[in-house]
């Protein structure tokens, strides 16, 4: 007997009535978005309409409708839907938690009032998004024979708010290990990521073609990509080693780092989506094809200009009003020294030695600086000390600063011969860097 075919062609018409019976939580909670229910209403509507709309995305692809001519349209609208609902609920989550991250608490009552309004700015716009995209997903589905369903989504659809019961919040009571980030270490992050987000050069661009230019350079999807993972490892690292312990709870400054970070990551996860919408349909904005016809339903400057001059540039400045307190942490938790070293004749800082003196300062996660014959470096950077120690090859003698943890460590190195005898000839103390 022959193979029988796992894949057959279904017709259009059959695939409608299949496609209308997939959908029709998603047109009935459609329904329910348009009838602008309360804030925290809406905000659980946007969180269902992302798993409503990736079901119906997900069974469109499963039929091919990305390739086919009736419904690839119909598909990248349900795709839209589902991004910036996703948006706009991150936008509404963070309005609804805004308090409780304690990031108000670095902003002067002004600059927070302008924040709250940026914020309702950008979720209005996000929001009046959805809406036009469901009208045009209503529309498109009478056009492909696709039968709308008119119902509102049921309530029990969603999940009842409840009173959440929560055991005493004792772990962590005991002291921080030594072995564990320190406060220090993840104040130097947060210092990192405020250089990462000043180095953008962010600011309010109102000409559209500069606003394009600069977002084109500094602020693609990949980019976006790359600011909303830094800012969420840092919050992960926090709730990893600091989130729901004693110092957490005697050191305000922590929490409150944190907030910050928070805020700004929710603020970048719309821009990552936008970035996204955008890059998505640009190689068809000349036509009238799908971009076209998508840049008519959701302006693609309007939602450029959301992205840079509210969501971007409110996230770095979330980010640079935690900066104070970081280094206010840094200072406290650190206890900065000054350390002079020579080097013995024999010796010479290498890659090797260099990557070394690197891996301590990483390790320890705190700043330190190098300087050699007058030409200061970051420690922590291979480019850096390699730079410094190139320019001055005769310089024999080599200037630390920075907490003593690293500087004792670095110490170490220089007296066990800078692992040139190899890592197994380090001191105990130092057994990480061979890992």
């Known amino acids: ?152 989504f049921p309530g029990e659809g969603l999940r009842a708010a409840q009173v959440q019961l929560s055991l005493p919040r004792n772990l962590g009571e005991e002291a921080l290990e030594e072995d564990g980030m320190q406060p220090s270490e993840i104040a130097s992050k947060y210092l990192e990521v405020c250089s990462l987000f000043n180095g953008l050069g962010v600011r309010t661009i109102e000409d559209e073609a500069d606003r394009e230019a600069y977002l084109s350079r500094v602020c693609r999807e ?69 971009g076209g016809r998508m840049n008519q339903i959701v302006q693609r400057s309007e939602v450029r200009r959301i992205t840079l001059n509210v969501l971007l540039l409110w996230s770095q400045r979330l980010i640079e009003f935690g900066r104070d307190n970081a280094q206010a942490l840094l200072t406290s938790f650190t206890n900065v020294k000054q350390l002079e070293l020579s080097l013995p004749p024999d010796l010479v800082v290498h890659a090797r030695p260099a990557s070394l003196i690197v891996g301590i300062v990483n390790h320890h996660g705190t700043p330190v600086e190098l300087e050699v014959g007058g030409q200061t470096a970051n420690a922590g950077s291979i480019l850096e000390v390699m730079i410094a120690v190139g320019s001055h090859p005769d310089c024999r003698t080599y200037l630390f600063r920075g907490d003593e943890c690293p500087l004792r460590d670095i110490e170490s190195l220089f007296t066990a011969g800078l692992g040139e005898g190899g890592l197994e000839s380090l001191p105990e103390n130092l057994a990480y860097l061979a890992t």
């Not at 910050?260 to 190689?283: C, D, G, P, Y």
Request: aromatic residues 10%.
């Open 1 to 152: 007997m022959g193979q029988t075919s796992l894949n057959r062609i279904i017709t259009e018409e059959d695939f409608a009535r299949a496609l209308a019976q997939e959908c029709r939580p998603f047109f009935q909670l459609a329904n329910t978005l348009r009838r602008r229910a309360d804030p925290e209403r809406a905000r659980k509507h946007l969180d269902q309409m992302v798993i409503e709309a990736d079901m119906v995305e997900a069974f469109l692809d499963d039929h091919g409708a990305r390739y086919n001519r009736g419904f690839h349209f119909f598909r990248e609208l349900v795709a839209s839907i589902r991004g910036f609902s996703q948006a706009g609920f991150a936008l509404a989550h963070l309005a609804y938690r805004f308090d409780g991250y304690r990031a108000s608490l670095a902003l002067d009552p002004g600059c927070e009032e302008e924040f709250r309004a940026a914020l309702a700015e950008a979720s209005a716009f996000v929001g009046s998004a959805v809406e036009t995209l469901l009208e045009a997903c209503r529309e498109e589905a009478v056009l492909i024979g696709v039968q709308w369903d008119n119902n509102l």
């Open 222 to 290: 990949e980019h976006a990509r790359v600011f909303e993972a830094t800012v969420h490892n840092l919050q992960s690292a926090y709730d990893t080693h600091f989130k729901d312990t004693k110092l957490e709870l005697d050191e305000p400054r922590l929490a409150q780092l944190r907030g910050h970070a928070s805020a700004a990551f929710h603020l970048l996860e719309a821009v990552t989506i936008l970035a996204h919408f955008v890059e998505r349909h640009e190689a068809y904005q000349a036509d009238n094809t799908i």
